[in-house]
T-cell receptor, first 114, second 113 residues
Framework: DTAVSQTPKYLVTQMGNDKSIKCEQN?????MYWYKQDSKKFLKIMFS???????INETVPNRFSPKSPDKAHLNLHINSLELGDSAVYFC?????????????FGPGTRLTVL | SQKIEQNSEALNIQEGKTATLTCNYT??????LQWYRQDPGRGPVFLLL?????KEKRKERLKVTFDTTLKQSLFHITASQPADSATYLC????????????FGTGTRLLVSP
């Protein structure tokens, strides 16, 4: 009964490839997020969706495209992968987008671009 | 420029002592501040939230203070245990209509038996 799950856990790929990471939450939350944690462990917001609608879009290259088919799922597709995309990507959810809500994080997907 | 700084070096303390972690920020006006714990290979886990008009919040052995004048939050773990060893992240919550967390650099805490 995992609250926020991500697949795959590890992803190793070549530069220039296109890959996707999937995220699902079974908490009934309205809001979902994607974060990137770099090699120095710095965690930075990339995107946020509320009820399938994009509400936060940080300065992320447009090679990154999130898609939310329903409010329980938020996938991340990355085109033309670059070495600098290597990082751990975390999905998270919160009850709604209210400022007082805690966020629940998934286990992370470690992406390595060779 | 905007910055959120936590103790850059790892904090080593002995079991039973109180651990105090700092979170300092500049050029932000957060509505709330949250603290998360992150274990190696795992996602962050929420611990505590404190509002800008609250001075202090407690939960079991955890205590958080928030001083908007000093632009600082302190996170205390009393009677620390080896199981408390982890990285602790502070996150500013911006009042932008929808929640946006801006994380600090994290502090690694090591509690020795």
């Amino acid at each position: 009964d995992t609250a926020v799950s991500q697949t795959p856990k590890y992803l190793v790929t070549q530069m220039g490839n296109d890959k996707s990471i999937k995220c699902e939450q079974n908490l009934g939350h309205d809001t979902m997020y994607w974060y990137k944690q770099d090699s120095k462990k710095f965690l930075k917001i990339m995107f946020s969706y509320n009820n399938k609608e994009l509400i936060i879009n940080e300065t992320v290259p447009n090679r990154f495209s999130p898609k939310s088919p329903d409010k329980a799922h938020l996938n991340l597709h990355i085109n033309s992968l670059e070495l600098g995309d290597s990082a751990v990507y975390f999905c998270a959810s919160s009850q709604d987008g209210g400022t007082y809500n805690e966020q629940f994080f998934g286990p992370g997907t470690r992406l390595t671009v060779l | 420029s905007q910055k959120i700084e936590q103790n850059s070096e790892a904090l080593n303390i002995q079991e039973g002592k109180t651990a105090t972690l700092t979170c300092n920020y500049t050029n932000y006006s957060p509505a709330y501040l949250q603290w998360y714990r992150q274990d190696p290979g795992r996602g962050p886990v929420f611990l505590l939230l404190i509002r800008e008009n609250e001075k202090e919040k407690r939960k079991e052995r955890l205590k958080v203070t928030f001083d908007t004048t000093l632009k600082q939050s302190l996170f205390h773990i009393t009677a620390s245990q080896p199981a408390d060893s982890a990285t602790y992240l502070c996150a500013l919550v911006m009042n932008t209509g929808f929640q946006k967390l801006v994380f600090g650099t994290g502090t690694r805490l090591l509690v020795s038996p």
